[in-house]
């Protein structure tokens, strides 16, 4: 059974579209605790946390009871902009969003997405869920956007679209006009790598 530790749509979107079953629990991890100058590293630093406050909640609620199987795997990730050498999350403000657009109309950056996947079994004796393995990796693509005019710019920044999402743009939503070409992994920058995801539970005998 798959576990999605996060409510974020573009991350459930995926996996459905992929017709991946899955279900999807809430992160309860306080992101704002961790920090990290490396952005690759925070990336995965803050991928593993989710991932992990999952078993907690698990445990909490005894959601381990409800489910019909005795292994798990819980899929945490995180994802963050990389322009210019520094890391841009979720604008603060439409300021901040349109500000950024100037600077990234034109040009390119990275979305650095880091996973980790925890395989968790359930230990039959005591009921416990115990962490069997762990799977940690940064997926990096590179964004090319148009050129864009200052009209345009309001216009994405008032639809307020970039306020939810890593970076200031949803490529899977209206600012996916605004993007030229991707270089690596294009579900990546929707927040999740299928094609990584895919591979790692292969290796582990899981056909999804």
Not at 89 to 97: F, I, R, V, Y
Not at 129 to 153: A, C, G, T
Not at 172 to 195: A, D, H, Q, T, W
Request: hydrophobic content about 35%.
């Amino acid at each position: 059974m798959l576990i999605l530790a996060s409510s974020s749509q573009s991350r459930k979107n995926l996996l459905k579209n992929s017709d991946i079953q899955f279900i999807q629990i809430k992160s309860s991890f306080d992101e704002s605790s961790v920090v990290n100058n490396n952005i690759k590293d925070l990336t995965i630093e803050l991928s593993n946390h989710k991932a992990k406050s999952v078993i907690k909640k698990m445990e909490e609620m005894n959601l381990k009871n409800n489910m019909n199987c005795s292994s798990f795997q819980i899929l945490g990730c995180d994802s963050i902009f990389e322009f210019n050498g520094k890391a841009y999350g979720k604008p603060s403000n439409k300021e901040e969003a349109y500000n950024r657009w100037l600077e990234m109309s034109s040009s390119s950056g990275f979305l650095h997405t880091g996973h980790s996947l925890l395989f968790i079994k359930l230990q039959k004796e005591n009921n416990n869920l115990i962490l069997k393995k762990e799977i940690k990796k940064v997926v990096s693509s590179k964004i090319f956007f148009s050129q864009l005019k200052e009209e345009e710019i309001k216009e994405y920044v008032n639809s307020l679209e970039p306020m939810y999402c890593a970076g200031g743009f949803a490529l899977e939503g209206r600012g996916g006009k605004y993007i030229e070409r991707i270089e690596g992994c294009f579900s990546n920058v929707m927040g999740l790598s299928l094609p990584w995801l895919r591979k790692e539970l292969l290796l582990e005998g899981i056909y999804s």
